[in-house]
């Protein structure tokens, strides 16, 4: 296969397999609503060309921001200028899904509300301690995620993804770097991937069987290269993602690495990862990570590593990239 052959994934109907992923724009109000810099850029992106837009990550709740200016689904309120933005995007043919996310106590430090986190432990990244999660907050977190997917979906998005990756909140739950809970959301990797689980069925049970949900997953807290993992491994994972039967497509990623990690570098740098799930599971995956040749990314394609790829800062920085290289 080759990347301008079509996909379809639930109804969502792509017209090529070249996927601009979530990036931060960081350009949002300070009440996390959309401006008139949000419309644009994504009114440009989806004149691309690419055959799906997942919009950059939008906090479910105000313990879960990342920085001051990140984009908001936490609210109704919210609502009204997300639909705003799809109708922009749809003007031009083009799908788009939300991406919602929870930071945990991975953020920066100008957001100056409590952090939580599975333990309170030191983050790998921020180097911050956050309160553990208690049972409460853990209920609290499930109706978060699960409220804002519904959110997504009547502002008129095309499907959701939740973000479990890059050491946020979920990813933290994934990792025994951060997660050393001893109930059963934490110990055996059985029990770290649980309130992915458990959010991920509760979210499916509100937007119903037809609306696509992505999840984007950290399969790694080390880069591919590292001489010795820690963390959060690549085979664990593997066997999380085989319980994630809800989902309809696995958008792999970092953990604690994050999106672009040091020490990576080439095209295609999470590909290995993607090899080692490709064998685990039949989910349709989509990888990311450096890609800025076509050549290279219909390389991919033609070997069935993965069925989409994102092209990200490739197309942010050139608009026409893909018509260039077509």
Known sequence: MTWNEPFSIQHLKLRNRIVLPPMAT????????????????????????????IMEHNYIHPLGR???????????????????????????????ICQISHAGSNRLPAVSTESIGPSAVVHPVSGMIPRACSRS?????????????????????????????????????????????????????????????????EIRSHVGRDFPVFVRVGVSDTIPSAPKAIGLTVEEASKM????????????????????????????????????????????????????????????????LVDLVGVGRSIAHNPNWLKEQS
């Open 26 to 53: 960081e350009t949002s109000s300070h009440s996390g609503s959309i401006t008139a810099t949000v419309l644009e850029y994504y009114r440009k992106m989806s004149l691309t060309g690419v055959g799906l837009v």
């Open 66 to 96: 990342f920085s001051p200016n990140q984009m908001s689904i936490h609210s109704d309120n919210d609502i009204s200028f997300h639909r705003e933005l799809t109708v922009t995007i749809h003007n031009h043919s083009t799908p788009v």
């Open 137 to 201: 907050d853990i209920e609290e977190i499930k109706n978060a995620f699960c409220q804002a997917a519904i959110r997504v979906q009547l502002a008129g998005y095309d499907g959701v993804e939740i973000h479990a990756a890059h050491g946020y909140l979920l990813s933290q739950f994934l990792s025994p770097l951060t997660n050393q809970r001893v109930d059963e959301y934490g110990g055996r990797w059985e029990n770290r991937v649980r309130l992915l689980l458990e959010i991920l069925a």
């Open 241 to 304: 993602i085989q319980l994630l039967q809800e989902a309809d497509c696995i958008d792999i990623s970092g953990g604690m690495c994050g999106s672009r990690p040091s020490g990576c570098s080439g095209e295609g740098y999470f590909l290995p990862f993607a090899k080692k799930i490709r064998v685990s599971t039949s989910k349709p995956l989509l990888v990311t990570g450096g890609f800025v040749n076509l050549s290279t990314v219909n390389g991919v394609l033609e070997q069935h």
